[in-house]
């Protein structure tokens, strides 16, 4: 159960740190960017994967400087983190939250494209996979 916990926070802390890097790296941080990211998060704390406590804990310990490169290492370590058949599915989870909080200002920026790709190539995936199936035991 710890180990499945620790699962848990670690991609919690991924998303919030992918979120927090794609809100801004356009330059303009956006009402709707941020409601997305809030709204997407405490989903997981009404769903009982954890506690508002354990939730502000993981806020507190971002780290609001990263770089795209680091994102890219974060993501793989944690995609390694998962078993082997989750591997997939997790990196086009994280893709599709990524894309859908790109596109929640109605507006993508160049910056947003350039950063998105390079963070997918990174990572290596592509667009071409369907991910209405995805089912991932975190």
Not at 6 to 35: A, T, Y
Not at 89 to 101: E, M
Not at 114 to 135: A, M
Request: glycine fraction near 4%; aromatic fraction near 8%; hydrophobic fraction near 35%.
């Amino acid at each position: 159960m710890k180990q499945k916990k620790d699962k848990q926070e670690k991609l919690i802390k991924l998303v919030m740190e992918l979120g927090d890097f794609f809100i801004s790296c356009d330059g303009n941080i956006d009402e709707r960017e941020l409601n997305f990211v809030d709204q997407y998060i405490p989903n997981l704390v009404a769903n009982g994967i954890m506690s508002k406590k354990e939730l502000e804990d993981i806020r507190d310990s971002l780290t609001h400087s990263l770089n795209i490169d680091e994102l890219i290492e974060r993501t793989k370590n944690m995609i390694s983190y998962v078993a082997e058949k989750e591997e997939y599915p997790l990196a086009k989870t994280l893709s599709y939250f990524i894309k859908t909080l790109i596109e929640a200002d109605g507006e993508i920026h160049p910056n947003e494209v350039q950063y998105y790709d390079l963070w997918k190539k990174g990572i290596g995936i592509d667009d071409n996979t369907d991910i209405s199936d995805i089912n991932i035991d975190v």
